[in-house]
């Protein structure tokens, strides 16, 4: 069975949704959305902290496992991806971050030399930011208020992260009301893609007011197989339904790949378009010879430090029990309490070497023991407060290839975290910075013992070791299918987000970020979705 449409595209994640509603509504285009995960409507999914429940185990989350890491003395580690409509922005802890201004101006300049000078700096993509936010604090240039993507405030806000946020202001570091103002220095409370207790992911906020719109069609646990290319032209695309029934769909306009920075460069591979010599291993035939299709990945790399509280404090336990029920009952009748938090409330970015130059680390205070699956049986149940450490500018890059030519393989991800010497001095820094706010009143005052890293060295050795063992994803990949200047053979996108060597072929998602921004990434691939409907309606 082949179905007709103006344009299709793969993946409904948070530039997938944005697009797909994009091109429906103003551009009135029949539009199929394919997503291979789940519905969106579930009760842990709306509320904000239920990430935390399903984090370490859940239908909602694909487990893409890493190759042995050399590096990191063999280590395989996770790097969850959002297995539902809204992708990663039904799944993430919501903090809303973009990036800080040189991260765009840095792509724009990449651009130069182009005869298309389509602009991709910060004065470019605000507008975009601006356009789709509903901010219930800020209404400046850099905000926006009436847009359909609900930014808040924290609603709830434990102690934990009180006492973090005055220990590092005792370090010296500034309060920052805002780490999507002029300036990211400092420490504070994030804003997150949340409001009144619900999450606001890109399936509620962009999707859900098209749901009786006939333009638009969503198909749910529907994987793509390959995309159809005739005659050096994207024509549609071959899926596996619901029922497991191949099916081709075929559109007329053009075809648009959001399906993230570890399956886009999989989905463009098994389609013929990668690096000629690894499609000719796995016997496919090779239709465009793209040597940068899953190379250059590049990913947050997060260290936790855990220490063990003297007291009851923070999440510990707040969703079990007697205490589930508590909170239930406030947030129900009074729409306040643990339930309104996305229990990451606070965070900083700070420059350990070079306080006034820009920040090198970001944190998030996590006010529960927080650890990788493979870490969680190394500190006993117990109340506790987690910070992680966050490379924000890495150096160290990855790569994607395919597993095999079955489309039902998971592919081959080795993200080479913390390889780069340069990433391992700033995340030893890191670390060495924010275990001396562990020790800074009114923090110190309630905690028992650091326990993660073991308590004594802090020689750059040590903390090496340590670094290598409980580095992790920060969930967010980017970069395998870059976009880039003309000279550049590695670029597998134009400015225009267009595969090069193939007609009517897109790609929106974090797969197309040149280099990853300072902070998470949500908030931007959200952009890059709004970006690519106006590339395709003509707008820009």
């Not at 007709?4 to 595209?9: A, E, G, L, R």
């Not at 409001?195 to 646990?221: H, I």
Request: proline share 6%; charged share 20%.
């Amino acid at each position: 069975m082949t179905e007709t449409f103006d344009h299709i595209i793969v993946g409904g994640g948070s530039s997938g949704c944005v697009a797909a509603a994009r091109l429906a509504s103003e551009g009135g285009a029949k539009v199929l959305l394919l997503e291979a995960g789940y519905s969106n409507r579930h009760p842990l999914l709306d509320m904000p902290p239920g990430i935390f429940k399903m984090i370490n185990g859940s239908k909602f989350m694909r487990y893409h496992h890493t190759t042995p890491q050399a590096h990191l003395d063999g280590r395989v580690h996770d790097i969850p991806q959002g297995n539902v409509l809204g992708g990663g922005s039904s799944v993430n802890a919501q903090v809303y971050i973009r990036g800080r201004p040189a991260d765009y101006d840095e792509w724009n300049d990449l651009l130069r030399g182009n005869n298309d000078r389509i602009g991709w700096g910060w004065d470019d993509v605000l507008p975009h930011f601006t356009r789709m936010e509903g901010n219930n604090r800020f209404m400046n240039g850099r905000h926006g208020t009436d847009g359909p993507l609900q930014v808040s405030d924290p609603g709830h806000i434990n102690e934990f992260s009180r006492w973090f946020v005055q220990a590092v202001q005792g370090l010296g570091e500034p309060f920052n009301s805002d780490f999507n103002g002029p300036l990211q220095r400092g420490v504070g409370f994030y804003q997150f893609t949340n409001r009144n207790g619900k999450r606001s992911s890109a399936a509620y906020a962009f999707l859900s007011a098209q749901e009786n719109n006939p333009n638009l069609t969503v198909r749910l646990q529907c994987e793509a197989q390959r995309v159809v290319i005739e005659a050096g032209r994207a024509v549609g695309v071959i899926y596996k339904g619901k029922s497991g029934a191949l099916r081709q769909a075929r559109c007329e306009g053009e075809v648009i790949v959001a399906s993230g920075a570890l399956v886009t460069p999989k989905l463009l591979m098994l389609s013929g378009i990668g690096p000629a010599s690894h499609l000719a291993a796995h016997g496919i035939a090779c239709l465009v010879d793209s040597p940068g299709v899953g190379q250059n990945l590049i990913d947050h790399p997060e260290v936790p430090i855990t220490a063990i509280a003297n007291g009851p404090f923070g999440y510990y336990k707040q969703g079990e029990g007697w205490r589930m029920l508590r909170n239930g009952l406030q947030f129900k009748l009074f729409g306040t309490g643990p339930v309104t938090s996305a229990g990451v409330e606070a965070g900083a970015y700070v420059n350990p070497r070079n306080p006034e130059g820009l920040p090198s680390i970001q944190a998030f205070c996590v006010p529960i023991v927080y650890l990788d699956r493979d870490a969680l049986d190394l500190v006993k149940d117990t109340f506790g407060i987690t910070v992680t450490t966050v490379v924000v500018r890495p150096r160290s890059r990855g790569e994607v290839r395919l597993a095999s030519a079955d489309p039902s393989e998971m592919p081959m991800v080795s993200p080479n975290l913390l390889k780069d010497p340069a990433d391992m001095q700033e995340m030893v820094d890191g670390q060495r910075f924010f275990l001396r706010a562990f020790e800074q009143k009114p923090l110190a005052d309630r905690l028992r013992q650091i326990v993660i890293p073991l308590p004594g060295d802090r020689s750059d050795a040590a903390l090496q070791a340590h670094c290598r063992r409980f580095v992790k994803t920060n969930y967010h990949p980017v970069g395998t299918a870059k976009f880039g200047a003309d000279s550049d053979d590695m670029a597998v996108l134009d400015a225009r987000l267009r595969v090069r060597g193939v007609e009517g072929l897109r790609v929106c998602d974090l797969s197309a970020m040149p280099n990853i921004v300072a902070g998470n990434t949500n908030a931007p691939a959200m952009m890059l979705g709004d970006r690519c409907a106006d590339l395709v309606m003509g707008n820009l």
